[in-house]
Every structure is written in structure tokens, then in C-alpha cells.
């Protein structure tokens, strides 16, 4: 006998029903009705949205496992939600959406050895506690290879991402460096390695954090005196992963802590994964024993998102949202927006919300109104090479004026302009700033940004040079 939509569902929920609580049972699983089966795919009807994500935080794997029964490995579930339609006197519609089949990730239980550390040892993400540690891995499940799509942008790094999650600390890819300009999908391919080890490997603690993040939790230690326990704690990891360690520029205690890390976890067979904005070659402040050991495994860069694969990540953004839209629109789209995945992203969605909000359909006019405003609002990523550029022409200087010991007034605060710029409108650190501005020390640029800012309440006509270059900038 074929199976159907009901059949299947009606098998699944007698598994089900041995599995959960009567009352859970009849508040989430009685009101769902079966629609369509296709191959391995069932369709389910709920009542609500908020229905179907309780579904899938709560009951994702039961759903899997029953279904997986039923239709075999490959199985998928898609759910049709009814929605009420706010379009006049239309019959109610229902929006699809398939199921994420992915669980939160756990915390990870760590028991920290006896013979090396002190009973006070600290875990920076959470209230010191007992010796068994509860580590949180900080990784975003929405994030992974799945939804990671393939194109030749990505491809090396892409492939190497996994084969590292496939045998982690034992490639020859240690450390893995991911980089490459805003928006092309770093975080989010450092996050779906980490997912698809705890997928694979649940045994093993898989840590992700920002440089940031990591940089404060050391000057912590430091100030409470227990940086050894600061460094035990990041030796228990198996994964440890990274993400801009290029903001550990400028920061000489941070990077000597991370090196003494580093060493440990990649001689013991643990697997670093690192993300940055720039080639090891390219990175500024960076103490050169740091640099060589970046280099120890692979650099593999993302680069922008050619036209093909532009198409794909929008068609999986309205799969995954639920959403059918014309060919034409989507390719005016991806023709339009080339610079970035998230500004890609951040275009279909600011779409999907215009029609949806002001009640309009998706049409190719609309798509060219909302296109052209997001695009000319896309603020252009201002470097520091930048900002010296716009003051050296405001004040008809040429760059090495600028960046000259020279000590004229009007070439001293034009150099103090371009440091307070520098600061402002980038994420480099101080030193950094003061390196590429005529090769000044942090404290030069900590000087210039007070005098800016105390000539701008007693100068006008300074004041007016400081709003005419933010104009600049801005634009």
C-alpha cells in the first residue's frame, strides 16, 4: 500500500505519543493536520508562527526521528502556516517554511585537571563555580554549512572549513585563517565549523568568542591576579575559534597571552581557527612570532559573491523565509547588489518588508525604489588611507605633509584631524591609527583627539573645519 500525507503523520504521531506527556501531546501535536507528502518531503499544517517555532525549539529532534522512520534518512518536514489575510476579503493563505531539523547547542561539561590548577580557577563566561565547568560554546546554530552556499568566491575555504570540521586538529589546516572584506560571510563560516564539530564530535568543548571579547576577559585577569587561571581555562578547549583577531593589533599583553595559547592547544593536537578582516601579511602591530604561527596552517581569503551565487543566497533567504518572488526580481536584485552578502541580505528583506507592511505586491518597480534607496544608503567602509586622503585635500596638502615631523599649526592640526577621524569613523586601535599617520606612537593620537576636541568648543573656525571633513566622510 502507498503511503500518504495521512498515513505517514498518523505513524509518526503514535511514536510521538509514547514519547512526550499526554497534556504537551494534545496541546502541540493534536491541532497539526497533514497536506502533502512529496518523495521524502511531508508538509504539515499549524495554526501560528509562534506554533511553528515552539515546534522546532521544543520538539525538532522527536519530529526528526519519527519522520526519519517513517520516510528513511533523507527525510524532510515543511511546515504551511495559516495565516489570516489582511489583503480585503481574500480567503486566509499560508506561509511555508521548511524545518530547520537543528537543536540549541548544549553546554559543555569540562572537568578541569586537579594537579595544575588552583581551586579558585575562573571561567570567564560564567560565576566561578566548582571544578567541573560548564562552557558555554557560544556558537549560533542558524549559522552552518547548509546554509552556507558554495560559489567560487568561497570554494577554498568553504572546503577546507570542512575538512577541518571533519578532523579537527588533524589537517594541516592549523590554524585555519579566514579573511576577507565586511559582510562576506567570515562569522558565519567560523560558526558553521564549530556546529557541524559539535555535530560530529559532541564530546569535544568547542569555544567561539570574539578578540574583543577575549582581550577584555585578559586585562580582567590581570586586574584580579589570576591570568594563570585565564590561561588554564583556554588550554581545556579542543576548538578554539576566534573571530577578528586582528583587533589584538596594538594589544602587546594580549598577543603575548594568546601566543602562550596558541602553542599549547596547537602542540596537544587542538585546532585554532582564526577570522580577519586582513592577510597575515597585511596585518599591522602584530608581533612577528604571532604572524609566523598565522601562517603555520591555512589562509584561506572569501572574496565578494559573483552573480551566480548572488542568485542562490537570495533564493535561499526566500526558501527559508517562506516567500515565492519572480525570477526577474530576484536577478535585478542580485545585479544591483554586488558588494556583500549582508548587504544582499539586508536588500531582499527590506523588500519582503516593504510589501508586506505597506500591503503592496513584489514588483519590479518596487524592487528598483527599494534597491536604489538601500544602495545609496550602504555607507562606504572609510580606512584610515581614506580619511587622510579627504583632510590632505580639504587642506590642499599633499600626503606627505601630512604624515611629515613638520610642526607648521595649520599641517599639525590637520594631522591631528586625521587622527581623530581615524578614530572615530574606523575599529583600529590607537597604536594603529598613529603607525599609519606618520608613523606616531598611541599616545600622540590620544593627544590629537583631546585637542580636537577642546578646539571645537573654543574654535569656530575649527569647529566648521570638523563638520566639513564629518560631511565629507559621510557621504
Known sequence: MSKTAQSVWENCLLFIKDNIQEQAFKTWFEPIKSVE????ALYI??????????LEEHYVKLLKVALTKELGKNAKLL??????????????????????????IKSQDVDAPFKNLNPELKNPFVIPGIRNLKIESQLNPNYSFDNFLEGDSNRLAR?????????????????????????LGKTHLAHAIGVEIKDKYP????????????TQQYIDS????????????????????????????????????????????????????????????????????LLSRFKWGLSAELHQPDYETRISILKNILYRDGVEMPDEIIEYVARNIKSNVRELEGAIISLIAQSSFNKKEVTLDLAKNVVEKFVKNVKR???????QKVVSDYFQLDLDTLQSKTRKRHVVQARQLAMFFAKKFTKSSLANIGSQIGDRDHATVLHACKTVDNLVSTDKQFKKFVEDIHKKLSL
Open 381 to 387: 567602509e572609510i580606512s584610515i588611507e581614506y580619511i
Open 203 to 214: 564530546e569535544k568543548t568547542v569555544l567561539y568568542i570574539s578578540a574583543e571579547v577575549f
Open 45 to 54: 499544517q499549524v495554526p501560528s508562527k509562534f506554533f511553528y517555532e515552539w
Open 222 to 289: 590581570v586586574k584580579k591576579n589570576n591570568r594563570n587561571d585565564f590561561i588554564h581555562f583556554y588550554q581545556l578547549i579542543d576548538v578554539l575559534i576566534i573571530d577578528d583577531v586582528q583587533f589584538l593589533s596594538g594589544k602587546t599583553g594580549t598577543q603575548d597571552v594568546f601566543f602562550h595559547i596558541f602553542n599549547y592547544l596547537h602542540q596537544n593536537g587542538k585546532q585554532v581557527i582564526l577570522t580577519s578582516d586582513k592577510a597575515p601579511v597585511d596585518m599591522q602591530d602584530i608581533e612577528q612570532r
Open 37 to 40: 507528502l512529496t518523495d521524502n
Open 159 to 183: 572546503s577546507a572549513g570542512m575538512a577541518v570540521a571533519n578532523k579537527p586538529g588533524g589537517t594541516s589546516f592549523n590554524p585555519l585563517l579566514i579573511f576577507g572584506g565586511v559582510g
Open 79 to 104: 511546515y504551511k502556516i495559516k495565516m489570516e489575510n489582511t489583503y480585503g476579503n481574500k480567503q486566509p493563505f499560508t506561509e511555508q517554511l521548511p524545518s530547520a531539523h537543528r537543536s540549541p
